[in-house]
């Protein structure tokens, strides 16, 4: 009889400190203000997200990115509500992967997850211009040389992660109802299932994926690693205002998860790269009529200094026109 009691309580107990103590959040005493207490990372000199100043971006032609795996249909995708975010983790072997761009070597990807804000005014972690989307994918690869996230993060190349804001659409993007209708049986903290249809990667990022920014930052939760290589891409993926609302139905132990981003944090001696298309140049000279009648093989080596110029200028004033 007194065992029962003593064991019954000791359950009683063992749950209390589960669900109130999550380790961090977004708010109050637990809320991104207070989490260098706790993890030190969190107020280092190198932190993400930052905001991107357009106008102080240094541009570069990276080599292109190789995205191994994004078109592949994957099935017994799983989809887990943290407490935090909800992740989309993946079991097909090999894992898709990416090298290429500001990449040393290829990086395999871990987990993808979803950051957004009470409405859709806020949400996303990164800024630019000062302007927020309404939600930010990020896919989290590891380098596949220190072969785990966990021995990753010791490394400051250890991690990369590709970042895709989201706007507002009349329509819904169809590749998102997978998604959106699976959020609906995860929405209490700590929670998994399987998608029940395949998901390819590619069906849920933007066309455009050639031109991005990229610096080094950190993770946005604890512990704040400062191990991340971000690239940031331009083109936003388009969603419609309820599939983004599916979002800010999930729960996490102190209620819904309302917003789940961190604010911005000092660049300091910081550098944002950004990587205007490679191929823009090549496209230029094979569509020039007189380059064309000229002969392929008379193509000069040096490019044309006022063409660059030009191109420039037009790929600078086009930049500002989008962010603005
Ligand atoms: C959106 O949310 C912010 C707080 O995160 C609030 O200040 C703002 O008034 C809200 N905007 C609308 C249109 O509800
Ligand atoms: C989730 O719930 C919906 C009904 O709300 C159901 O149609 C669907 O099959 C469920 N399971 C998955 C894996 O999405
Ligand atoms: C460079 O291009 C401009 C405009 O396209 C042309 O006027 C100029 O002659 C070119 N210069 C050379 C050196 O090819
Ligand atoms: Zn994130």
């Known amino acids: 009889m007194w065992f029962l009691i003593t064991v019954i309580a000791g359950l009683a107990l063992f749950q209390v400190p589960e669900h109130a103590c999550e380790d961090f959040g977004y708010d109050g005493v637990i809320g991104p203000t207070y989490w260098g207490d706790r993890y030190q990372e969190c107020r280092g000199k190198h932190q993400s997200p930052i905001n991107i100043n357009v106008l102080r971006v240094k541009q570069v032609a990276?080599?292109?990115?190789?995205?191994?795996?994004?078109d592949d249909s994957i099935d017994d995708v799983h989809i887990t509500n943290n407490g935090h975010t909800v992740l989309i983790e993946v079991e097909n072997e090999p894992h898709p992967r990416v090298s290429g761009g500001p990449l040393d070597g290829a990086y395999v990807f871990s987990q993808m997850h979803f950051h957004w804000g009470d409405n859709d005014t806020f949400g996303s972690e990164d800024k630019i211009n000062h302007r927020s989307f309404p939600m930010e994918l990020h896919m989290v690869f590891y380098k596949e040389e220190y072969k785990s996230v966990k021995q990753a993060i010791k490394y400051s190349d250890g991690l990369a992660v590709l970042a895709f804001f989201y706007e507002l659409d009349r329509h819904k993007h169809p590749a998102y109802d997978d998604i959106t209708s699976a959020l609906g049986n995860v929405t209490e903290p700590h929670t998994t299932i399987v998608m029940s249809q395949p998901f390819s990667f590619l069906n849920i990022l933007p066309l455009d994926l050639r031109r991005y920014f990229t610096y080094r930052g950190s993770l946005t939760t604890p512990p704040c690693s400062e191990v991340v290589i971000w690239l940031d891409f331009e083109q936003p993926i388009r969603l419609a205002h309820d599939q983004i609302e599916a979002f800010r139905e999930l729960r996490s132990a102190n209620g819904k998860i309302r917003h789940n981003f961190r604010p911005i944090q000092p660049i300091g001696d910081r550098v944002v790269f950004y990587n205007v298309d490679n191929n823009y140049f090549n496209y230029n000279e094979i569509d020039d009529p007189d380059e064309a009648n000229a002969g392929t093989n008379r193509r000069k080596k040096g490019h044309n200094y006022s063409n660059i110029v030009r191109i420039n200028l037009y790929i600078f004033v086009c930049t500002l026109l989008i962010m603005w």
């Open 62 to 70: 990276l080599p292109d990115i190789a995205f191994v795996g994004f």
